[in-house]
């Protein structure tokens, strides 16, 4: 099982980036995908989950800003991200959870992607 993410990148304040997060190995669209982010010096948090019957759930950090999607055919989660800021700069990571429904607890998710950079300049 593998998740593979992309779509990061540098980008000024107030800039859009797409990302990606496309999974293999196994069908991922009876399960719940999710989003979280690292910055450097904090812990990993949530930022947002769809469920596989395509409800999201968003931080409130992010809340009308970003919208997370998918594409069970592709087995691809996405998230758009709009109207960036600074804060926003972390590593992105995708995951999956296999049993149960979205959760904003990193611990509850199954399956990793590698990570990719986003970085907000002001």
């Known amino acids: 099982v593998q998740l593979q993410a992309s779509g990061g990148g540098l980008v000024q304040a107030g800039g859009s980036l797409r990302l990606s997060c496309a999974a293999s190995?196994?069908?991922?669209?009876?399960?719940?995908m999710g989003w979280f982010r690292q910055a450097p010096g904090k812990e990993r948090e949530f930022v947002s989950a769809i469920t596989w019957r395509g409800i999201a759930y968003y931080a409130d950090s992010v809340k009308g800003r970003f919208t997370i999607s998918r594409d069970n055919v592709k087995n691809t989660v996405f998230l758009q991200m709009n109207s960036l800021k600074p804060e926003d700069t972390a590593f992105y990571y995708c995951a999956v959870r296999t049993s149960g429904t979205y959760s904003t607890d990193r611990a509850l998710y199954d399956y990793w992607g590698q990570g990719t950079q986003v970085t907000v300049s002001s």
């Open positions: 190995g196994r069908t991922f669209s009876t399960y719940a």
